[in-house]
């Protein structure tokens, strides 16, 4: 086992981060085709070039009249010579008259300008009066004005949400490339965990991090492989490990990775393959392992439950999204909010406080929940984000800190 | 059709969003029980009470040694009695000894204190040294400190996110009573719109809001069904929506709700159901139809991709997300952000613009994406989230606006 730290014996987030976006990137998953419909969260495998101009031809931008400028005359009325729809394709404008159109529908030849509707009037000859003379190119929408034909719309590595599918159908494609799903298989170790609906003997508590680390997983567009719970001993983590290592993308694991005797997962991934064990200067969570069983990577994520909640929020899957080959919106961007609380004595690690946003006499602040140090997970459900205290900070109230959401909503 | 619009004509957002909220309150969906690891993104159905202590023993919060204070010695040296893991029953302490103790395990009988390990030596004739004496309690977490049987963990209408699955599980369950999901059957119309992967005629697009809606249904929990595209007829509208409304809980459109000639939902709805046309004060947007076909409610949403984003994101989702059985945090909360950019003219909508959090020289500032007007989706792709410009309101740089994230990590 080395050791990874500095002299002061904890890595900072940022550089775990660093090393483990780095570790993360070497390799590119398969690539799959499926259909947009599907593909919510996935990652696009390559760039997506438009084929087309988006709009194809100049459109109106408004519902109303479409007339060349030059055509001004003193009454400003003018016969009304074509009717074009959404979806039509128009004749050539008869210059000296005027065409109604509608939103979308493409500009005639001949037609330079669209006067919105609200500013006409319909004659009872059936002429059109335009109350209001437009200028050059006045509701016109140009063609490839939105999307160029060889634009790169979408870059590889971007993860595709909602609106970057609809951008997609927007060129008229329904298939898209995307990186497989990363299949994780995780474990939980520790005699004392029991499944649900099991009664509790003295000293026994339930597994709550084997459903905390699908949900995270699921959450993240992982595919959540259950691997159970694995016993206190040497052996059997020896076994379950290697076989796991066979049947997913990453091996993941809570617990066993604290300096504890009773932890066998270190010992056994020292003989199975590879590890380091890092002391990070993040509270809570503070260990991690990281390393590999074989060619298949290896993390190890604290016991507690709010550790995992942190730990896995900030730091793995920051190491699952590039493994993959997810490169664009991987790390949240904290915005700086004012706290409604103070921070009086400094700490040697980065603190994750869970907060709430609160609107307050003084504008909208932070809160903390008041049990940060508990175990189980009710301040990450109250929770709206993550206060990031820096290590070494001391904080005033009202002073801002960072912010990071919890996609709550 | 009656006109629900305050005398200027347009309907403040906060008002439509109660508007909605009060509509979509009235009733809640079935109940079904499911496996907490296929409840992500769900919604609690009842109340969720501890029926039991968690921890269920005061247990250590350190790996160390319990001992009992008042055994306190000159030399400061005991016997090791017993050695406690996780998950184990411990005997009671023999006084004036001490016991190894692990982190998570239960505190033996007659001790009151734990010293962390760090604060020991084992002394060669196998006594433990306690180098520095502890005080009452130490590194002991009391009994039903994290949750108390009885307590209510998590309300009904909550959103079920990895936490609170993971804080179900803490207490012993793995079923939980959620909501049936809602069934939001979708059109979309305009004679203009092609599927994908056909060829475009002169004036014809792709249709993108298909793509976009039925993921930012999937992306909030709902279950999209795809209705297709209605021809511009009153016929073809009349059944296909009297159809969709027997099929799901909710119908959604987008585009025919402006005033233009070629809207036939507006007159198929008031021939099958009822209809309020809602001019919002809201941009990208303004016109937002709200009614219902027989008891099934119905959304019609505008035709221009970015105003369907906007509307569905801060109108829709409300409705449907209240309709679903949601009670909590259902609409997000804007943190204060600083421009770096001014809005020179104010306007009479409330708008909300595509950008970005860029870290600039003077902090997190918010950065707008240059073509707001755009129809097309590239600008809520590229965004972080929606910085909020209220009506009436000019903003200066360096100024802070609401922003709310698009949860795009």
């Known amino acids: 086992m080395t050791d990874c730290c500095p002299s002061n014996g904890l890595l900072p987030v940022d550089e775990a981060i660093a090393q483990l976006q780095q570790a993360a990137s070497s390799t590119l998953p398969r690539i799959e085709y499926i259909h947009v419909n599907q593909a919510l969260g996935r990652v696009l495998a390559q760039d997506m070039v438009a084929s087309l101009d988006v709009p194809p031809q100049a459109n109106s931008a408004m519902d109303g009249y479409a007339l060349n400028i030059e055509d001004i005359r003193a009454d400003a009325s003018f016969v009304l010579s074509q009717r074009i729809a959404a979806g039509t ?3 050539a404008l008869e210059r000296g ?4 159109i509608f939103t979308g529908a493409v500009i005639p030849q001949n037609a330079n300008a669209v006067v919105m509707q609200e500013n006409c009037q319909l004659l009872a000859d059936g002429r059109v009066k335009i109350l209001s003379w437009p200028t050059l190119n006045s509701n016109i929408r140009p063609q490839g004005q939105d999307i160029a034909k060889g634009d790169v719309i979408l870059r590889q590595g971007q993860p595709l949400n909602a609106a970057a599918l609809g951008l997609i159908a927007t060129i008229g494609q329904d298939t898209v490339a995307v990186y497989q799903r990363l299949k994780v298989i995780y474990f939980c170790t ?7 609906n099991q009664p ?11 459903v905390l680390l699908h949900n995270l997983l699921t959450e993240y567009g992982f595919e959540a492989i259950d691997g159970g719970v694995i016993a206190d001993n040497l052996t059997d983590t020896i076994n379950t490990l290697q076989q796991a290592a066979q049947q997913a993308d ?8 604290s300096v504890g005797e009773e932890d066998h997962v270190k010992a056994a991934l020292t003989q199975i393959g590879h590890l380091d064990l890092w002391k990070i200067a993040i509270k809570p969570g503070k260990p991690l392992a990281f390393g590999s069983i074989g ?21 793995a899957r920051v190491f699952l999204a590039y493994k993959q080959g997810q490169r664009h919106n991987v790390i949240p ?9 103070e921070v009086t004595k400094a700490q040697s690690r980065r603190e994750y406080l869970r907060v709430q946003l609160v609107a307050t006499a003084d504008g909208m602040r932070l809160q903390k929940h008041a049990n940060q140090s508990s175990g189980v997970l009710s301040s990450a459900v109250w929770a709206d984000g993550f206060a990031i205290i820096e290590a070494h900070q001391t904080v005033q109230k009202g002073e801002s800190v960072g912010f990071v959401s919890l996609n709550n909503c």
Chains 1, 2 share one sequence.
């Open 89 to 91: 394709a128009p004749q």
């Open 97 to 100: 008259t005027v065409a109604r």
């Open 190 to 196: 520790g005699d004392e965990l029991v499944a649900a």
């Open 200 to 210: 509790l003997k003295i000293g026994q508590i339930y597994n709550s991090n084997g």
């Open 250 to 257: 990453v091996v993941m694991t809570t617990g066993g990775v």
């Open 295 to 315: 060619n298949t990577p290896f993390l190890g994520l604290p016991g507690n439950p709010q550790s995992v909640f942190v730990t896995f929020n900030i730091l």
């Open 333 to 341: 961007k904290p915005v700086p909010v004012a706290c409604d609380f």
